[in-house]
């Protein structure tokens, strides 16, 4: 997967190259991350990277010149590397809420320019002349897109094939998906007289399965039932919700 991000401050995405799973892809080149920096095309002597705006008012807005030469270098690029034309995502607060199927989208489309905005963002005609997709991740205020920059080039990154080491933690992702993960449980096996449950000590596979099942929707119908209306249960799950929530009717 390519992707070019846009950013004033392209160090703070080290904390995604540097370790882990993206870092161990982007060695691999499962994944190829490339920066540019608005403020390497400033040719006034203060290297100004923002602006003014009409109407006056708080704060600052990306300066236009700078920031479309940073957005047509990286979509040049992208058609450089990939010979595909890459979808350009601005992550902004006015954007579409980011969950699963949203990544899901975004890890299939091709090449990426991911654009992380400063200050109180960027001029409308750049939005409408320059960006295909708004994003946001959530309804609370940051101080600029960086980091939900990087909490979406992980989350589509982890569907890469291959990406992900341990395939099968993939795979129980899509199993569970659209679900709240179960309770899980490691050494000791008693932690001030709490106790693993017997089941998952049992070695009776099936048991467990059918268990941490059971768990998942037990705990979506208690703490999100939201995720349940978009999510139809076979008859298995259906019966197995039923008997958690009769152990669990107050
Ligand atoms: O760039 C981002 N944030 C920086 C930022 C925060 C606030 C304002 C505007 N403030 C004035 C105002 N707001 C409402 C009315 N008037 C502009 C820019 C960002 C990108 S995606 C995302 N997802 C979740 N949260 C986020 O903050 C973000």
Redesign the pocket.
Known sequence: MWIGVVSLFPEMFDALTQQGVIGRAVEKQRIALEFWNPRDYATDRHRSVDDRPYGGGP?MLMKVDTLRAAIFAARERAQKATGLVPTVIY???Q?RK?DQQGVQALASAGPLVVV??????IDERVVESDIDEE???????????E???MVLIDAAARLIPGVLGHQDSAVEDSFNDGLLDCPHYTRPEVIDGRQVPDVLLSGNHAAIKRWRLKQSLGRTWQRRPDLLEGRPLDAEQRKLLNEFIEEHAL
Request: charged content about 10%; hydrophobic content about 35%; overall charge negative.
């Open positions: 704060g992550l902004s607060p954007g980011l992380a905005g400063r200050y109180e963002g994003w946001s991740i959530g309804d609370y205020v940051l101080s600029g897109g980091l939900p920059a």
